[in-house]
């Protein structure tokens, strides 16, 4: 069983930047493909970038592409995986979670492990 923590969610004002962390509780012994994915009380939880097992490809939400980068740290299989968000809207505010699965296919819809959320705000 993997757990996900994720740290680095926060109160930033419009056009700002948050940087979110997601590591895994213990060591793990293969390399998961990671998503984020988020969620208001408002709207079902949505996906919002993925990086594949390697590190070397990523997919993002049209509402994020440009101002969102997914990226991921395999040294000794930690799996940590960052979210760095620039260009903050207020429409960006959510909960963000955390997710891994065994392949990208996996991760893109219904990953098996999941962190237990950060809450991200911004302020208009």
């Known amino acids: 069983q993997v757990q996900l923590v994720e740290s680095g969610g926060g109160l930033v004002q419009t056009g700002g930047s948050l940087r979110l962390s997601c590591a895994p509780s213990?060591?793990?012994?293969?390399?998961?493909?990671m998503a984020w994915f988020r969620q208001t009380p408002e709207k079902e939880r949505e996906f919002v970038a993925a990086v594949s097992n390697s590190g070397g490809s990523t997919w993002y939400a049209d509402s994020v592409k440009g101002r969102f980068t997914v990226s991921r740290d395999n040294a000794e299989k930690m799996n940590t995986v960052s979210l760095q968000m620039n260009s903050l809207k207020p429409e960006d505010t959510a909960v963000y979670y955390c997710?891994?699965?065994?392949?990208?296919?996996?991760?893109?819809?219904?990953?098996?492990?999941w962190g237990q959320g950060t809450q991200v705000t911004v302020s208009s």
């Open positions: 997710a891994a699965g065994d392949s990208p296919k996996e991760v893109l819809s219904t990953p098996r492990y």
């Open positions: 213990g060591r793990t012994f293969m390399t998961y493909a």
